[in-house]
């Protein structure tokens, strides 16, 4: 019983952190419906430049959150400028092979200025985050990811749902011509879904980092991880990668557990052709109903 | 004889044959026999050993990038599974030719049906879904099979791989470089032969109009799932029968090079070739190996040199940043392909000194 709960506390914490990371790829596809094959190396980015702020030159915690998140808003600004905005109107293979080449691009240069090592943060989480209940305990890590899961759910659900921008950005992922034909700056649309997707795969980039150290490969893996979370909750859900996440972080730490740890890996994926074949556009999806 | 026809002049084309036909002018022909002539009769012989190894690996490639172009470019479903059916026909050949000992042909031929058959059953998701959400799902097929390679010990040897017996075709031995490159070339010149008449008969009329609209296309009377799934199992075929002329080439086989690295690679080949061409597969083939080869050369004297030998594991990346490079700067400035460049040039040389 006890080792089903340490599980159960295991795989929600797992799925949390899925969750955190998946926001910022639900953020780019529910506003230009593009499918980012670089999630993962934005998230790394992310995660080195506050490793470059707080581990060598030593800044303060807080300043490095500052410059950290302003420093990915303008990298998600200059990405979209110079790569998507060439491509807005092209097929989407082309714009999922943009992202896969931007993808490559973005690992080669962080393993040439980084290397393959792996490095810490110094610690700075207070101890009191962490959460002890019976012989249950969650690290302060968890709690913390926990807590800016929820803080980003509730500011993007308001975000999409009450701010013109968001209400911009919503329309624009519908259809395009006609977001564009009333009036909606599409390409300003573009670009700051991008720079505040980039923020967000900082923030979940450096969540990542705390909890199992900062290496260029396993957090671009973590990537690819993030399809199955959000195909499960439906492509454009917020609250779709949340529930995806946290499914996808018990489905993998009870087969883990239970059956068998190489299984562990590829239970999602099984999952997901399953759920696809029944429910086509995930749990919480919008159905694209076409007409001709 | 026939009067040969060498230089175009204007569009006089009455019938809807005219408008098919493959070579618009006899000149065309003409150099496809030319370049077949030289591939067969001159390049082994004055190619050395590595030269040859690198032009046999071209022609595999392009066999599976034929086929990934049918299913991509033609049928506009995208797959990120092709580097996992290339592997499921390596293993098929060495299993087949390990375990039965059967002959090189029937390895070959069985290993592009088996992938057929695999491909077509990770082509079913199709039926209701499109664009990014199939997308998923042959990368959900890339990461299924990937396992299969590595735990299903009893049959693919698990990560220690299988070593396969020498390739004979009717009692010759064709394991040596050049006899093997005649026997990849052949194949490949079929494979070129099938698929452009594959994209323009019934069949491949049918995958452009899913491509271009499916709802219009089932509208107009084209069954959409089961073309989707004939797509799925032709590009799955060709992806077969390369990974098993690759699995007799290489003579060992483990799971490692069959990842998402390999698909990705692939698809860049279209991408770079030119998607909905044939010959685009081809050059981009061509482009895409001939950078590998560069690279590792680039990041082995890098390695050699003196002065650099501490900074040895800092310029393996490079490969990595060279090839996103390329995908991107092509994606940007050359989103039709090498396919395109060719075109372009070919119609300047044919135009000079007119502009059009």
Redesign the interface.
């Given at each position: 019983m006890e080792y089903f709960i340490q599980l159960l506390v295991n795989g929600l914490s797992m799925g949390f952190l899925y969750a955190l990371s998946a926001l910022g790829f639900v953020m780019i596809f529910k506003s230009s419906s593009v499918l980012n094959f670089a999630h993962g190396e934005l998230l790394s980015i992310g995660a080195f430049i506050f490793l470059v702020l707080a581990a060598w030159a030593k800044l303060p915690i807080v300043v490095c959150f500052l410059i950290t998140l302003m420093g990915c808003f303008t990298l998600g600004f200059i990405i979209e400028r110079l790569f998507l905005r060439p491509l807005i109107g092209e097929a989407l293979i082309e714009v999922i092979m943009l992202t896969v080449g931007l993808s490559f691009m973005f690992k080669g240069l962080m393993l040439f200025v980084f290397g393959g090592n792996i490095f810490d943060y110094p610690a700075f989480l207070p101890e009191a985050l962490s959460i002890k209940w019976g012989a249950v305990t969650i690290p302060s890590v968890y709690v913390s990811a926990i807590i800016i899961g929820l803080i980003f759910l509730g500011v993007f659900g308001f975000f999409f749902k009450y701010s013109s921008q968001g209400i911009y950005m919503r329309s624009v992922a519908d259809h395009q011509p006609a977001a564009l034909s009333l009036g909606v700056h599409v390409r300003r649309v573009f670009a700051l879904s991008w720079a505040i997707a980039a923020v967000v795969c900082a923030m979940s980039g450096i969540v990542l980092g705390i909890m199992q150290g900062i290496n260029v490969h396993d957090l671009s893996a973590m990537g690819l991880k993030v399809f199955p979370v959000v195909i499960l909750g439906g492509l454009d859900s917020i609250g779709g990668a949340i529930l995806g996440g946290l499914i996808i972080g018990l489905l993998e730490t009870f087969t883990g557990g239970y059956i068998s740890t190489s299984l562990r890996e590829v239970i999602p994926y099984i999952v997901l052709v399953l759920i696809l074949l029944i429910k086509p556009y995930g749990l919480f999806g919008s159905v694209e109903i076409e007409r001709v | 004889m026939k009067r040969l026809r060498f230089r175009p002049c204007g569009n006089f084309r009455e019938y809807y044959e005219q408008e098919i036909t493959i070579f618009e002018t006899d000149f065309g022909r003409v150099w496809v026999w030319i370049g077949l002539a030289l591939l067969f009769l001159v390049v082994p012989f004055i190619s050395g050993p590595y030269v040859l190894y690198v032009i046999t690996g071209i022609g595999i490639a392009a066999i599976a990038a034929i086929g990934l172009n049918i299913l991509?470019g033609y049928t506009g479903q995208?797959s990120l599974g092709h580097g996992a059916f290339f592997g499921v026909g390596a293993y098929t050949a060495a299993i087949l030719a390990t375990k039965v000992g059967s002959p090189f042909w029937f390895s070959v031929l069985a290993a592009g049906v088996v992938t057929a058959m695999v491909g077509m059953v990770f082509g079913?998701?199709s039926i209701?879904?499109k664009?990014?959400?199939l997308?998923?799902?042959t990368?959900?097929?890339q990461?299924?099979l990937e396992?299969v390679f590595?735990?299903w010990e009893s049959l693919t040897g698990g990560a220690e791989g299988i070593i396969l017996p020498e390739a004979t075709l009717f009692g010759l031995n064709i394991s040596s470089d050049r006899s093997f490159f005649w026997v990849v070339f052949v194949c490949f010149a079929l494979m070129c032969w099938m698929a452009v008449n594959l994209v323009r008969s019934r069949y491949g009329r049918a995958f452009i109009a899913i491509r271009d609209?499916d709802?219009?296309a089932e509208?107009m009377g084209i069954p959409k799932f089961r073309y989707k799934l004939l797509s799925f199992g032709i590009s799955s075929f060709y992806a077969g029968f390369a990974g098993g002329l690759w699995a007799y080439y290489t003579m060992s086989i483990t799971p490692e090079p069959f990842t998402?690295f390999l698909s990705?690679e692939y698809?860049?080949m279209i991408?770079i070739g030119g998607?909905g061409s044939i010959s685009g597969s081809v050059f981009g083939a061509i482009f895409i190996m001939i950078l590998g080869e560069i690279l590792s050369w680039v990041t082995e004297y890098a390695m050699n040199v003196g002065g650099l030998a501490g900074m040895a594991?800092?310029v393996?990346?490079?490969?990595?940043?060279?090839?996103?490079?390329?995908?991107?700067l092509f994606?940007?400035f050359e989103?039709r392909g090498l396919a395109e460049v060719w075109r372009i040039v070919r119609s300047s040389f044919r135009l000079w000194p007119f502009a059009y």
């Open positions: - | 991509i995208i079913i998701p209701r879904l664009h990014l959400y997308c998923i799902a990368l959900a097929g990461f299924i396992y590595v735990q609209n709802l219009a509208g998402l990705i698809i860049a991408i998607l594991i800092t393996a990346p490079l490969r990595e940043f060279v090839f996103g490079l390329a995908i991107v994606l940007i989103p």
